[in-house]
């Protein structure tokens, strides 16, 4: 087995889903490479895709029909000004053209050009897609792709994971190899995966590259608080975060981010005050991942308000702070999502939202449980007690949106996280009686054996109860 890069757990991304959205954009930018690689991109005549299983079922509210067109236009999620979107979606649908890969425009009928398959699943992950491309002499290039949580695209064959997969200095694919390389080389948890990471970066890379994701983490939470209206999509959800956010300043003023950091850090110490401010963060990291916005992947979008939460609550309302409290809280905190992503699943479509917020939460428990000062047992008890509280949680989206019940469940992640890592920072790991390997295994087990309905595919729990179709 290989080591992945925590850079690749925790990452830039976009919303609403990192396995809906991100992984079909990602599909179809690297079947145009496909194409680019075996003939000229000026030869193909027409262009097809269709979505299959849970990428179908929930394709419209999850966006995934945007992302599948926005690929194929040669467009980076990365980099593409979020603002745009719907001007371009518009443009395709009305226009019935698309310009493949940003060079050749070619007809594109929404409807028949992309289609939404909900009456059948691929076999391989219930994530699937075909790309068809029909050159101009007929001949046919097809090729099905699979999107299996965190924005990660596999085929039968191979995964996109494998482009940031090496063997690293001490690979670490379990809790029970951390503990036994902290232990043999004397290292904290952080300085070890400090160490595995310099296999793809040198260590001002890895440093800046933290404080980048920092950076982008404060970005989005300040435009979350700052940004009122209504959630895209249909079901009218009203954004929350904004009006939180004035009540608990006491609607003081502030003209930037950093005069508003200092209000926060200033607002209140007591209990109350800093609890509403987590949830106040987590809400307005997952309504701008609803908002199609530009969020942080950790490890998927479905719960990417979880870790911000985690660590600006870290940064405002504790002494655990700094830029090097903020690098060590993202090294063992996506290392500890690689334990889950090859251990068990990070995909809402295989293993319901214990997947999604349970993992993230036992990630920024971890996190925060390294900077407090936890030792390597206690930074694993506390992933371990975080994940073991969200043992069977099932991923049921009303209308196929990432917004109710999702939106909440970040901040319940985020306390969750920090009450596991409070409760390991003081507790003696030798009296655990189960190890996260055993609740990342249970966690496992418990997907194989959960109803497809409630696994991301709306036809099952709050999805059936609330009775909304999918807008």
Not at 68 to 79: A, C, H, I, V, Y
Not at 179 to 201: A, C, H, Q, V
Not at 269 to 284: G, Q, R
Not at 339 to 360: D, R, Y
Request: proline content about 3%; glycine content about 10%; charged content about 20%.
């Amino acid at each position: 087995m290989e080591s992945i890069s925590v850079f690749e757990i925790i990452k830039v991304g976009i919303g609403p889903s990192s396995s809906h959205t991100m992984g079909p954009w990602n599909a179809a930018s690297m079947f145009i490479e496909l194409i680019r690689q075996q003939r000229p991109l000026s030869e193909v005549q027409e262009i097809y895709v269709e979505f299959f299983g849970s990428l179908a079922k929930t394709g419209i509210g999850h966006g995934t029909d945007i992302a599948g067109m926005l690929g194929l236009s040669g467009e980076d999620f990365k980099t593409i000004d979020t603002a745009t979107i719907p001007e371009k979606v518009e443009f395709i649908k009305k226009s019935g053209r698309i310009l493949l890969g940003g060079e050749v425009d070619m007809p594109f009928v929404y409807g028949h050009h992309l289609v939404l398959n909900r009456s059948k699943s691929l076999d391989f992950h219930p994530n699937g897609m075909i790309f068809k491309a029909v050159m101009q002499d007929g001949s046919e290039l097809i090729q099905d792709y699979y999107s299996i949580g965190g924005g990660f695209v596999a085929t039968q064959e191979k995964t996109s994971a494998a482009e940031f997969s090496i063997r690293t200095l001490c690979p670490c694919h379990s809790g029970k190899d951390v503990l036994n390389y902290t232990k043999k080389m004397g290292m904290s948890f952080s300085d070890l995966i400090y160490l595995n990471e310099e296999s793809w970066r040198s260590r001002e890379e890895i440093k800046q590259h933290a404080l980048d994701i920092w950076q982008h983490i404060k970005s989005c939470i300040y435009k979350g608080v700052n940004t009122v209206g209504v959630l895209p999509g249909g079901l009218k959800v009203v954004r929350r975060a904004a009006d939180l956010n004035q009540k608990l300043l006491d609607h003081v003023a502030y003209k930037d981010i950093d005069e508003w950091l200092d209000l926060v850090a200033a607002s209140g110490k007591d209990f109350v005050t800093i609890n509403k401010w987590i949830s106040c963060f987590a809400l307005a990291v997952n309504e701008e991942n609803a908002s199609f916005g530009r969020i942080i992947t950790a490890p998927t979008n479905g719960a990417s308000g979880i870790i911000p939460a985690v660590l600006m609550y870290s940064q405002l309302f504790s002494k655990f702070k700094g830029e090097d409290a903020i690098l060590r809280f993202l090294l063992v905190a996506g290392e500890v999502g690689t334990l889950f992503k090859k251990n068990a699943t990070i995909s809402a479509a295989m293993g319901g939202c214990q997947a999604e917020t349970g993992v993230s939460s036992a990630m920024a428990a971890a996190g925060l449980t390294e900077i407090m000062g936890g030792s390597t047992e206690q930074i694993l008890m506390a992933a371990e007690i975080a994940m073991e509280h969200h043992l069977g949680l099932t991923c049921d989206p009303i209308a196929g949106l990432v917004q109710i019940p999702c939106i909440e469940r970040n901040s319940m992640g985020a306390i969750k996280a920090i009450t596991a890592a409070n409760i390991a920072i003081e507790s003696n790991p030798a009296n655990a009686k189960v190890s996260l390997d055993e609740v990342i295994q249970t966690m496992w087990e418990t997907a194989l054996s959960m109803n497809d309905r409630f696994k991301e595919t709306s036809e099952g729990g709050l999805a059936i109860a609330v009775n909304i179709a999918e807008c």
